[in-house]
């Protein structure tokens, strides 16, 4: 088993994720190989006040902006504020499940939103499943 440990957020994420969150994110530490995500069933990151722990690598993570874009609004937008805290979170799964908690539900939204923007922000190839550009039959 690989041992947790911090990974170095590259910067060109951290700004990006900055303009779409409205807020610094170079406190937020990023653990790869986490234990304590490994905790929380299957899912393939859980998040506390100012973390995000992985149960996998980092570089997997950083390659996929619809989850960064979730996580760091569980931290920015949720914990950071004092909206999200453990035994809500707790309370809001009791009551509704993990998929439709309110906290899930927005986490799940505010990706939704923005990553196209990340993507275009982040300059990267297009991924494998964009569509492909109007055939030049469209054109006029
Ligand atoms: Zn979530």
Redesign the pocket.
């Known amino acids: 088993m690989r041992r947790a440990r911090e990974a170095a957020v590259p910067r060109d994420l951290c700004t990006a994720l900055e303009h779409l969150l409205g807020a610094s994110v170079a406190h937020v530490r990023v653990i790869e190989h986490s234990w304590f995500a490994r905790l929380h069933g299957r899912a393939v990151a859980t ?1 506390r006040p100012g973390r995000i722990y992985l149960r996998g690598n980092a570089a997997d993570f950083f390659a996929d902006p619809w989850l960064m874009l ?2 760091y609004c ?1 931290v920015i937008r949720q914990w950071q504020p004092g909206s999200l805290t453990a035994a809500r979170y707790l309370l809001e799964c009791l009551r509704r499940g993990y998929w439709n908690n309110r ?2 539900v927005e ?1 799940r939204a505010f990706a939704d939103t923005h990553v196209a923007r990340l993507r275009a922000l982040l300059a990267r190839a297009p991924p494998a499943a964009a569509a492909p550009h109007p055939s030049s039959a469209s054109r006029r």
């Open positions: 998040t979730h996580e569980h906290f899930e986490a």
